[in-house]
């Protein structure tokens, strides 16, 4: 019989092993973790969603060119009291792609429309509401201030300048960033290859009527889904049952064509859960069991000929969990992405939320705004580990310390919003 090592110590479990502490199973996944080689040349709308290889710099400015911020009127700064008093005299026009020609001297103006070039010799602007037409003079009602009412050459980026760093994820704007200096490709790197398989005697694919004592797999499809956001190439192996040839076959297949390997199920401590057992031989665990709830029995390792490994445990909140706080992590390292950190908020919580010490919890929430107008954060309800459903209403995590106890309404928490990928 096993007896724990020290019975007042909560994260030490009946075989006496310790528990690993979220924040130490963090920094070994990024220790380990080093970013893939390999790159493509891509047209920038299919560089959406990838990760720039190198650093792109503006070659031009943007703008490239001084222009009005208004339809209106240019003329030089020091010309703003004459404007009011007795008026300017009309010299030409400046319109969005036909630049007026000549020079503005004293006591001269250019009519403008908004992102025309600024004539030689104005360097203000006074919109077309707070002028009089009078046949060729210009009045201004009110004065201003010089150099109102224009846009600078290069106040977006200086030709030059770096436009997009290394390591960025391609959102929309960068599209559009990228095409304001000009640049038609880019290099990005390559995605990562994520295989997964489901493990269990009890799954049924969709699609097959559902036997007795079993479920329909919802894993693999959590995974895809949230693979497909991160911009993983996923490899879906299936549903695997619980044999031990069965799940070496798997493995070897999945190491074969994968830079990542994921599976679902077969880590706890049941007679079936063949998935350790099996790592061991075929590569090494670096990590098994860690101090948090949902997803204790959580594998990280390696498989012989380099890809990477986590074994996610079955229950659908727990795939879902690990994989957004660890798997996620490392798999942007793995790309090159150079992302924030996590944002954490703090909050205080409406309800009262059940937690036994011992261990992280990552609960599940919904953002809200509080009775006195500011943020806080309100439990999705019964937090199962099996209770998928309280992931798909949620908005966000609400982690709770190893050592705190149960949370009284009020308490501040902190709080992760959920980036899009769940
Ligand atoms: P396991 O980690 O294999 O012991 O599984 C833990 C729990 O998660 C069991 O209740 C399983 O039936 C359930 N489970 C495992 N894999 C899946 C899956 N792919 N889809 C839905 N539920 C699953
Ligand atoms: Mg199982």
Known sequence: MTTKTDPHDCNVPADGS?????????????????????????????????VLAHDVSATVDVPPYTNSAMDGYALR?????????QGLRLVGDSFAG???????????????????????GADTVVMQEATTVDGE??????????????????????????????????KPVDLGL?????????????????????????????????????????????????????????????????TREAIEQAFRDAAAQADVVITSGGVSVGDADFVKETLDRLGGIDFWRIAMKPGKPLAFGRLDGGAY????????????????????????????????????????????LKKGKGRT???????????DGQLAVDTTGSQGSGILHSMSVADCFIRLPAESGEIEPGTMVDVQPFEGIV
């Open 178 to 242: 990228l095409a304001s200096v000009g640049v038609a490709e880019v290099s990005v790197r390559r995605r990562v290859r994520v295989a997964f398989f489901s493990t269990g005697d009890e799954l049924c694919s969709i699609g097959e009527p559902l036997r007795e004592g079993c479920l329909f797999d919802s894993n693999r499809y959590t995974l895809y889904g949230m693979l497909t956001r991160f911009g993983a190439e996923v490899i879906d192996l299936g549903v695997v049952r619980d």
């Open 98 to 120: 036909h630049p007026f020609s000549g020079s503005v001297g004293p006591g001269e103006c250019v009519r403008i429309m908004t992102g025309a070039m600024m004539p030689d």
């Open 77 to 85: 700064g020091a010309d703003l009291e004459a404007a009011v008093g």
């Open 18 to 50: 310790r528990l690993m502490s979220v924040d130490e199973a963090h920094a070994r996944i990024e220790a380990l973790i080093e970013p893939l080689s390999g790159e493509e040349r891509v047209a920038i709308r299919a560089a959406l969603g990838r």
């Open 361 to 371: 919890e990552f609960q599940r929430g919904v953002l809200v705004t509080g009775p």
């Open 137 to 170: 003079t210009i009045r201004v009602a009110t004065g201003g201030k010089p150099g109102m009412n224009v846009r600078g050459a290069g106040e977006d980026l200086r030709a030059g300048g770096i436009a997009l760093a290394s390591g960025t994820r391609l």
């Open 309 to 352: 490994f986590f074994g996610l445990p079955g229950n659908p909140v727990s795939v879902m969990v690990t994989f957004y706080q660890f798997a996620l992590p490392a798999l942007r390292r793995l790309a090159g992405e150079q992302a924030k950190p996590a944002l954490w908020l703090r909050a205080p919580c409406l309800s009262r």
